[in-house]
């Protein structure tokens, strides 16, 4: 039943930087693992990063390692995801995702809620 909202997305230019957050309502938040996936046009929906609200796990796509950092303020029941060095192929909707356990949103599997996306185009 939590709810997720994506917002920060945009046109930047190669090379810029990112921020997009998910923020969360309506659920025993701390209790969900976080994840962020991304879906380009005409392609399958991929993996990007999730972490742990429990712990401090933390996985990311070799993809966008060294690039992009996934975090987390339980204060404010928000999830992050920094993106630096952005490239083309980043170029995406961005889906916020939240599921008990970081092993589904890692390995794939019937994830419990999804965002709405947010629009990431990283021109040349």
């Known amino acids: 039943q939590v709810q997720l909202v994506e917002s920060g997305g945009g046109l930047v230019q190669a090379g810029g930087s990112l921020r997009l957050s998910c923020a969360a309502s309506?659920?025993?938040?701390?209790?969900?693992?976080m994840g962020w996936f991304r879906q380009a046009p005409g392609k399958e929906r991929e993996f990007v990063a999730a972490?742990?609200?429990?712990?401090?796990?933390?996985h990311y796509a070799d993809s966008v390692k060294g690039r992009f950092t996934i975090s987390r303020d339980n204060a404010k029941n928000t999830v992050y995801l920094q993106m630096n060095s952005l490239k083309p192929e980043d170029t995406a909707v961005y889906y916020c995702?939240?599921?008990?356990?970081?092993?589904?949103?890692?390995?794939?599997?019937?994830?419990?809620?999804w965002g709405q996306g947010t629009q990431v185009t990283v021109s040349s």
């Open positions: 995702a939240a599921d008990p356990q970081l092993g589904t949103l890692v390995g794939g599997g019937a994830i419990g809620s």
């Open positions: 972490i742990s609200w429990i712990g401090i796990t933390i």
């Open positions: 309506g659920g025993t938040f701390r209790d969900y693992a």
